[in-house]
């Protein structure tokens, strides 16, 4: 069992800077994928960011490319989201994830149904 609880949401103006943290207990992260994802009123949960057990630089969306960036650490078993140049359409509940499974990570890391365990979420919210 994986306990996951996010942090670091709020409200910013548009082009400031948040940077969000998954905290967990139960396992440690280095055996998982994880990921980010967001979802917004009214919308289907998305994929924001991924990375892979193994680490690298992380996978991302199109939509925040070069604004946002996933990072872990391991020895504090944690999993970080930077989020630059905020944008209103970036507002919405974040959530992590983590996946234990292995294999499969380069074709499935977008995919909702990947991932075994979520946190509650934390909300950020872009102001024009």
């Known amino acids: 069992q994986v306990q996951l609880v996010e942090s670091g949401g709020g409200l910013v103006q548009a082009g400031g800077s948040l940077r969000l943290s998954c905290a967990a207990s139960?396992?440690?992260?280095?055996?998982?994928?994880m990921g980010w994802f967001r979802q917004a009123p009214g919308k289907e949960r998305e994929f924001v960011a991924a990375?892979?057990?193994?680490?690298?630089?992380?996978d991302y969306a199109d939509s925040v490319k070069g604004r946002f960036t996933i990072s872990r650490d391991n020895a504090k078993n944690t999993v970080a989201l930077q989020m630059n140049s905020l944008k209103p359409e970036d507002t919405a509940v974040y959530y992590c994830?983590?996946?234990?499974?292995?294999?499969?990570?380069?074709?499935?890391?977008?995919?909702?149904?990947?991932?075994?365990?979520w946190g509650q979420g934390t909300q950020v919210t872009v102001s024009s």
């Open positions: 990375m892979s057990r193994s680490g690298g630089s992380g």
């Open positions: 139960g396992r440690t992260l280095s055996s998982a994928d």
């Open positions: 994830a983590a996946a234990l499974a292995m294999g499969g990570y380069y074709m499935y890391y977008e995919k909702v149904g990947r991932y075994d365990y």
